[in-house]
């Protein structure tokens, strides 16, 4: 079939702040990882390393500099054991501070991160699976010092980790991009593509030498300006020798509810924009819980069946 583009990829949301937490064991994800491998996927991505005092991993650095309170099981060790098992590249997610980089001290987020890239290369950086890098810190626009924390973070994961991919994923900033904690689904602003465009081409510019993939979120516009951002975006990044994948995002933006698992026409529909804008595979946020047989949400192993059976039709 034309313009199919397949979900190759997942973010792995553990330290999160918006969604319902699954409380899975090793059992669990073991369970769903096999669920991704039948689906497809082949690699899996850590959004964050640790958010605020919340962490992945025993990190000596966090819970001295950040008082992070450690975690009972290595996230991390698991989800390498998990991706080995079943040949799936891991990407690491870096630490999102939620304080210093958005209220414009992107130096101490960035020196805060560098230690964190150090400690995690010792302890982990012999896993066959360690891919990639994830910058986890997320924009829309030239705020906080964004060029150069993006510069500087993924230069020093190349350094560290002799060359290692970095992945980055942004979002626009439209008509759904709206806080969490509202019942709203939209608002009455959106940026122009214009503008759009000027924001990115100066950001990409500032970054080319230190990203290598942009997986641009899909959720924040209307389905009929989805086009054209992904046109734009997809030509920034060719421009900027920048690989282009899709953040097709499997929850809902459309709903007062934050989040459901989203509707599979919308989910095609966004898969097959971004086939017809030549890009090459998506990634999602994210596989567990809205579209994995054992979500706890009903929908979400119903989204799982549709998609597969979209990943079976002839071409």
Same mark, same amino acid.
């Given at each position: 079939m034309a313009n199919k583009v397949l979900i190759k990829g997942t973010f792995l949301d553990e330290i999160s702040h918006d969604i319902p937490h699954?409380?899975?064991?090793?059992?669990?994800?073991?369970?769903? =990882?096999?669920?991704?491998?039948? %689906?497809? $996927?082949?690699?899996?991505?850590l959004i964050r390393c640790g958010y605020k005092n919340w962490i992945t991993y025993p990190s000596r650095v966090l819970t001295t500099e950040e008082k992070a309170i450690p975690p009972f099981t290595d996230l991390v060790s698991m989800f390498l054991r998990l991706s080995?098992?079943?040949?799936?590249?891991?990407?690491?997610?870096?630490?999102?501070?939620? +304080?210093?980089?958005?209220?414009?001290?992107?130096?101490?987020?960035?020196r805060l991160n560098c230690k964190i890239i150090d400690e995690v290369w010792d302890f982990y950086g012999k896993s066959k699976a360690f891919k990639g890098w994830y910058l986890s810190q997320e924009c829309n626009k030239n705020i906080g010092g964004i060029i150069d924390l993006y510069s500087g973070l993924g230069q020093y994961c190349k350094q560290v980790s002799g060359g290692l991919p970095v992945l980055i994923s942004p979002y626009i900033d439209g008509v759904k991009n709206l806080s969490q904690y509202?019942?709203?689904?939209?608002?009455?602003? !959106?940026?122009?593509?214009?503008?759009?465009? /000027?924001?990115?081409?100066?950001?990409?510019?500032? $970054?080319?030498?230190?990203?290598?993939?942009?997986a641009f979120?899909?959720?924040?516009?209307?389905?009929?300006?989805?086009?054209?951002?992904? #046109?734009?975006? +997809?030509?920034?990044?060719?421009?900027? #020798? $920048?690989?282009?994948?899709?953040?097709?995002?499997? =929850?809902?933006?459309?709903?007062? $509810? #934050?989040?459901?698992?989203?509707?599979?026409?919308?989910?095609?529909? /966004?898969?097959?924009?971004?086939?017809?804008?030549?890009?090459?595979? %998506?990634?999602?946020?994210?596989?567990?819980?809205?579209? !994995?047989?054992?979500?706890?949400y009903l929908q979400a192993g119903h989204l799982y069946h549709r998609y597969l059976e979209y990943l079976n039709e002839k071409k």
């Amino acid at each position: 079939m034309a313009n199919k583009v397949l979900i190759k990829g997942t973010f792995l949301d553990e330290i999160s702040h918006d969604i319902p937490h699954h409380n899975w064991g090793e059992k669990e994800w073991s369970i769903d =990882f096999k669920h991704m491998k039948s %689906a497809g $996927i082949d690699k899996v991505i850590l959004i964050r390393c640790g958010y605020k005092n919340w962490i992945t991993y025993p990190s000596r650095v966090l819970t001295t500099e950040e008082k992070a309170i450690p975690p009972f099981t290595d996230l991390v060790s698991m989800f390498l054991r998990l991706s080995e098992d079943n040949d799936m590249d891991f990407y690491f997610g870096l630490y999102d501070s939620g +304080k210093y980089w958005i209220n414009g001290a992107y130096e101490k987020e960035v020196r805060l991160n560098c230690k964190i890239i150090d400690e995690v290369w010792d302890f982990y950086g012999k896993s066959k699976a360690f891919k990639g890098w994830y910058l986890s810190q997320e924009c829309n626009k030239n705020i906080g010092g964004i060029i150069d924390l993006y510069s500087g973070l993924g230069q020093y994961c190349k350094q560290v980790s002799g060359g290692l991919p970095v992945l980055i994923s942004p979002y626009i900033d439209g008509v759904k991009n709206l806080s969490q904690y509202t019942n709203q689904s939209r608002g009455e602003k !959106s940026i122009s593509l214009d503008e759009h465009f /000027k924001t990115w081409e100066s950001i990409f510019k500032g $970054i080319q030498k230190s990203i290598d993939i942009v997986a641009f979120q899909d959720g924040h516009v209307d389905y009929d300006q989805l086009e054209d951002f992904v #046109k734009v975006n +997809k030509s920034l990044a060719d421009q900027n #020798k $920048i690989t282009s994948w899709i953040n097709s995002e499997t =929850f809902d933006r459309d709903m007062p $509810i #934050k989040f459901l698992p989203i509707k599979w026409d919308k989910l095609r529909y /966004k898969l097959e924009t971004a086939g017809r804008m030549g890009i090459s595979e %998506a990634i999602t946020f994210e596989f567990s819980h809205f579209m !994995s047989p054992q979500s706890a949400y009903l929908q979400a192993g119903h989204l799982y069946h549709r998609y597969l059976e979209y990943l079976n039709e002839k071409k």
